[in-house]
Protein backbone atom coordinates (compact mmCIF):
# COMPACT_ATOMS: atom_id res chain seq x y z
CA UNK A 1 0.00 0.00 0.00
CA UNK A 2 1.67 3.22 -1.55
CA UNK A 3 1.38 6.16 1.46
CA UNK A 4 3.02 8.50 -0.84
CA UNK A 5 1.98 8.70 -4.70
CA UNK A 6 3.25 10.64 -7.02
CA UNK A 7 0.86 9.62 -9.88
CA UNK A 8 2.68 11.46 -12.51
CA UNK A 9 5.35 9.41 -13.65
CA UNK A 10 6.80 12.59 -16.04
CA UNK A 11 5.98 15.73 -16.90
CA UNK A 12 7.37 18.20 -19.61
CA UNK A 13 7.47 21.92 -19.53
CA UNK A 14 8.46 24.96 -21.30
CA UNK A 15 11.59 26.63 -20.28
CA UNK A 16 10.42 29.64 -18.51
CA UNK A 17 7.20 28.48 -17.40
CA UNK A 18 5.82 27.19 -14.05
CA UNK A 19 6.35 23.44 -13.29
CA UNK A 20 3.95 21.91 -11.02
CA UNK A 21 4.86 18.85 -9.47
CA UNK A 22 1.66 16.69 -7.22
CA UNK A 23 2.18 14.45 -4.29
CA UNK A 24 -0.52 12.83 -2.54
CA UNK A 25 -0.18 10.78 0.68
CA UNK A 26 -2.77 9.19 2.79
CA UNK A 27 -1.52 8.90 6.15
CA UNK A 28 -2.95 11.61 8.10
CA UNK A 29 0.02 11.24 11.07
CA UNK A 30 2.49 12.62 8.36
CA UNK A 31 3.93 15.94 9.70
CA UNK A 32 6.70 16.55 7.79
CA UNK A 33 7.37 16.66 3.81
CA UNK A 34 10.35 16.93 1.73
CA UNK A 35 11.17 17.16 -2.08
CA UNK A 36 13.85 16.22 -3.52
CA UNK A 37 15.96 16.83 -6.77
CA UNK A 38 17.81 13.65 -8.42
CA UNK A 39 20.20 13.47 -11.41
CA UNK A 40 20.78 9.88 -12.94
CA UNK A 41 23.62 7.83 -11.21
CA UNK A 42 23.89 10.73 -8.45
CA UNK A 43 22.16 10.67 -4.70
CA UNK A 44 18.72 12.76 -4.62
CA UNK A 45 19.44 16.18 -3.24
CA UNK A 46 17.25 17.60 -0.78
CA UNK A 47 15.34 20.84 -2.01
CA UNK A 48 12.92 21.75 0.17
CA UNK A 49 10.82 20.98 3.22
CA UNK A 50 7.46 22.21 4.67
CA UNK A 51 6.06 20.73 8.00
CA UNK A 52 2.41 19.79 8.47
CA UNK A 53 1.81 23.62 10.55
CA UNK A 54 2.98 25.39 7.33
CA UNK A 55 0.62 25.68 4.39
CA UNK A 56 3.50 26.94 2.26
CA UNK A 57 7.03 27.27 2.02
CA UNK A 58 9.20 29.28 -0.52
CA UNK A 59 12.85 28.96 -1.35
CA UNK A 60 13.92 30.98 -4.43
CA UNK A 61 12.62 29.65 -7.40
CA UNK A 62 10.72 26.77 -5.44
CA UNK A 63 7.46 26.74 -2.97
CA UNK A 64 6.15 23.59 -2.09
CA UNK A 65 2.02 24.21 -0.96
CA UNK A 66 0.30 21.81 1.60
CA UNK A 67 -2.82 21.21 1.90
CA UNK A 68 -3.71 18.97 4.47
CA UNK A 69 -7.35 18.27 3.95
CA UNK A 70 -6.62 16.96 0.53
CA UNK A 71 -3.63 14.92 1.15
CA UNK A 72 -1.37 16.84 -1.55
CA UNK A 73 1.47 18.85 -1.67
CA UNK A 74 2.91 20.04 -4.74
CA UNK A 75 6.11 21.77 -5.82
CA UNK A 76 6.20 24.77 -8.09
CA UNK A 77 9.33 25.77 -9.96
CA UNK A 78 9.18 29.41 -11.73
CA UNK A 79 10.68 29.74 -13.76
CA UNK A 80 11.43 26.58 -15.18
CA UNK A 81 14.92 26.52 -16.29
CA UNK A 82 17.01 23.51 -18.15
CA UNK A 83 18.81 22.26 -15.31
CA UNK A 84 15.56 21.20 -13.60
CA UNK A 85 15.76 18.52 -15.57
CA UNK A 86 15.46 15.81 -13.05
CA UNK A 87 13.50 12.97 -10.78
CA UNK A 88 11.83 15.28 -8.26
CA UNK A 89 10.72 12.89 -4.96
CA UNK A 90 8.50 13.65 -2.11
CA UNK A 91 8.70 12.09 0.59
CA UNK A 92 6.97 12.09 3.99
CA UNK A 93 7.52 11.41 7.99
CA UNK A 94 5.57 10.66 10.84
CA UNK A 95 7.85 12.36 13.59
CA UNK A 96 9.78 9.02 13.57
CA UNK A 97 12.49 10.20 11.19
CA UNK A 98 12.02 7.16 8.46
CA UNK A 99 10.62 9.17 5.33
CA UNK A 100 8.57 7.44 2.90
CA UNK A 101 9.00 8.18 -1.04
CA UNK A 102 7.00 8.53 -3.53
CA UNK A 103 7.96 6.90 -6.89
CA UNK A 104 9.12 10.19 -8.91
CA UNK A 105 8.30 12.22 -11.45
CA UNK A 106 10.41 13.11 -14.57
CA UNK A 107 10.50 16.68 -14.93
CA UNK A 108 11.97 17.46 -18.63
CA UNK A 109 12.03 21.06 -19.02
CA UNK A 110 12.01 21.66 -23.07
CA UNK A 111 14.05 24.59 -24.24
CA UNK B 1 31.76 20.58 5.37
CA UNK B 2 32.69 17.22 3.61
CA UNK B 3 28.99 15.41 2.40
CA UNK B 4 28.21 11.65 3.15
CA UNK B 5 30.36 9.67 0.69
CA UNK B 6 30.24 5.77 -0.65
CA UNK B 7 32.66 3.25 -1.23
CA UNK B 8 33.15 1.92 -3.98
CA UNK B 9 31.57 4.43 -6.70
CA UNK B 10 30.93 0.93 -8.88
CA UNK B 11 31.35 -2.88 -8.12
CA UNK B 12 31.02 -5.54 -10.22
CA UNK B 13 30.19 -8.89 -9.06
CA UNK B 14 28.66 -12.45 -9.96
CA UNK B 15 26.10 -14.18 -8.76
CA UNK B 16 26.49 -16.47 -5.54
CA UNK B 17 29.37 -13.56 -4.70
CA UNK B 18 29.13 -11.19 -1.58
CA UNK B 19 29.25 -7.23 -2.03
CA UNK B 20 30.06 -4.66 0.61
CA UNK B 21 28.94 -0.96 0.41
CA UNK B 22 30.41 1.64 2.88
CA UNK B 23 29.38 4.57 4.02
CA UNK B 24 30.51 7.58 5.86
CA UNK B 25 28.02 10.02 7.05
CA UNK B 26 28.32 13.72 7.50
CA UNK B 27 30.22 14.53 10.54
CA UNK B 28 27.74 14.85 13.57
CA UNK B 29 24.80 12.43 11.74
CA UNK B 30 24.17 9.81 13.67
CA UNK B 31 21.39 7.82 11.28
CA UNK B 32 22.39 5.93 8.12
CA UNK B 33 19.73 5.18 5.72
CA UNK B 34 20.36 2.54 2.92
CA UNK B 35 18.09 2.83 -0.23
CA UNK B 36 17.93 0.37 -3.23
CA UNK B 37 17.28 2.42 -6.59
CA UNK B 38 16.77 -0.41 -9.13
CA UNK B 39 16.73 0.69 -12.65
CA UNK B 40 13.32 2.92 -13.66
CA UNK B 41 12.06 2.14 -9.89
CA UNK B 42 11.80 4.52 -7.26
CA UNK B 43 13.68 4.62 -3.72
CA UNK B 44 13.16 1.42 -1.94
CA UNK B 45 14.39 1.44 1.87
CA UNK B 46 16.62 -1.11 3.00
CA UNK B 47 17.54 -0.68 6.50
CA UNK B 48 18.27 2.52 9.08
CA UNK B 49 20.89 2.65 11.70
CA UNK B 50 21.40 4.99 14.53
CA UNK B 51 23.31 5.21 17.56
CA UNK B 52 24.60 1.71 16.36
CA UNK B 53 21.59 -0.32 16.50
CA UNK B 54 19.51 -1.53 13.46
CA UNK B 55 15.85 0.92 14.16
CA UNK B 56 14.03 -0.40 10.92
CA UNK B 57 14.77 -2.45 7.87
CA UNK B 58 12.49 -2.80 4.40
CA UNK B 59 11.18 -5.67 2.99
CA UNK B 60 14.01 -7.34 1.86
CA UNK B 61 15.71 -10.90 2.37
CA UNK B 62 17.72 -11.24 5.33
CA UNK B 63 20.68 -11.66 2.89
CA UNK B 64 20.82 -7.50 2.89
CA UNK B 65 22.31 -6.72 6.00
CA UNK B 66 24.66 -4.29 7.42
CA UNK B 67 25.75 -2.73 10.21
CA UNK B 68 27.18 0.56 11.95
CA UNK B 69 30.55 1.35 13.51
CA UNK B 70 30.83 3.76 16.23
CA UNK B 71 31.89 6.36 13.97
CA UNK B 72 29.08 6.08 12.85
CA UNK B 73 29.87 4.68 9.09
CA UNK B 74 27.86 2.23 7.87
CA UNK B 75 28.59 -0.72 5.70
CA UNK B 76 25.92 -2.59 3.64
CA UNK B 77 26.34 -6.68 2.95
CA UNK B 78 24.36 -8.44 0.41
CA UNK B 79 25.37 -11.98 0.48
CA UNK B 80 24.32 -14.54 -2.47
CA UNK B 81 23.83 -11.92 -5.11
CA UNK B 82 21.26 -12.08 -7.39
CA UNK B 83 20.59 -10.61 -11.19
CA UNK B 84 18.08 -8.64 -9.64
CA UNK B 85 20.20 -7.13 -6.84
CA UNK B 86 21.90 -4.52 -9.60
CA UNK B 87 20.82 -1.28 -8.58
CA UNK B 88 22.24 2.37 -7.72
CA UNK B 89 22.82 1.84 -3.95
CA UNK B 90 22.35 5.05 -1.89
CA UNK B 91 23.36 5.77 1.65
CA UNK B 92 21.73 9.11 3.30
CA UNK B 93 22.70 10.40 6.85
CA UNK B 94 20.75 12.67 9.04
CA UNK B 95 21.69 14.69 12.54
CA UNK B 96 19.49 13.65 15.65
CA UNK B 97 17.21 16.60 15.83
CA UNK B 98 13.82 16.79 16.48
CA UNK B 99 13.37 19.27 14.21
CA UNK B 100 14.58 17.39 11.27
CA UNK B 101 13.87 15.11 9.22
CA UNK B 102 15.74 15.77 6.30
CA UNK B 103 18.34 12.93 4.98
CA UNK B 104 21.21 14.22 2.76
CA UNK B 105 22.60 11.62 0.48
CA UNK B 106 25.55 9.64 -1.02
CA UNK B 107 26.27 9.36 -4.25
CA UNK B 108 26.02 6.11 -4.53
CA UNK B 109 27.47 2.61 -5.15
CA UNK B 110 26.25 1.22 -8.62
CA UNK B 111 26.03 -2.47 -8.34
CA UNK B 112 25.97 -4.71 -11.31
CA UNK B 113 25.55 -8.40 -10.84
CA UNK B 114 26.74 -10.67 -14.28
Not at chain 1, 35 to 43: D, I, V
Not at chain 2, 27 to 43: E, F, I, K
Not at chain 2, 90 to 106: I, K, N, V
Request: charged residues 20%; hydrophobic residues 30%; proline residues 6%.
Amino acid sequence: DQQVKQNSPSLSVQEGRISILNCDYTNSMFDYFLWYKKYPAEGPTFLISISSIKDKNEDGRFTVFLNKSAKHLSLHIVPSQPGDSAVYFCAASESNYQLIWGAGTKLIIKP
Amino acid sequence: EAGVTQSPTHLIKTRGQQATLRCSPISGHTSVYWYQQALGLGLQFLLWYDEGEERNRGNFPPRFSGRQFPNYSSELNVNALELEDSALYLCASRMESPSTDTQYFGPGTRLTVL
